[in-house]
Nanobody, 116 residues
């Protein structure tokens, strides 16, 4: 069974940094795309950043220049380095992976809270 396990969330003051990790486990041959999404209370889930297996990245305008997505293909793991955090970044962050024969897979989510 393929699953995604996220870690690294927590409470941080505005201006601080956090690093999220998302590890995929199970029988996986490749993961063409991995990404991070977030959902704040009362709001819809939104894209934060994606990265494809070749390393091309895409970011939401709200996080450009502050967040960096990366991946270790050998470990089937994606990372989200979040710097200069703002209170409006507070949300549950979800990892997503597009896996052949499995489809779109979501992690359980990790809470990020930024205090002002």
């Amino acid at each position: 069974q393929v699953q995604l396990v996220e870690s690294g969330g927590g409470l941080v003051q505005a201006g601080g940094s956090l690093r999220l990790s998302c590890a995929a486990s199970g029988s996986i041959f490749s993961i063409p795309r991995m990404g991070w999404y977030r959902q704040a209370p009362g709001k819809q889930r939104e894209l934060v950043a994606t990265i494809i297996s070749g390393g091309v990245t895409n970011y939401a305008d709200s996080v450009k220049g502050r967040f960096t997505i990366s991946r270790d293909n050998a470990k089937n793991t994606a990372y989200l380095q979040m710097n200069s955090l703002k209170p409006e970044d507070t949300a549950v962050y979800y990892c997503n992976a597009l896996i052949p024969t499995v489809g779109s897979l979501w992690g359980q989510g990790t809470q990020v809270t930024v205090s002002s």
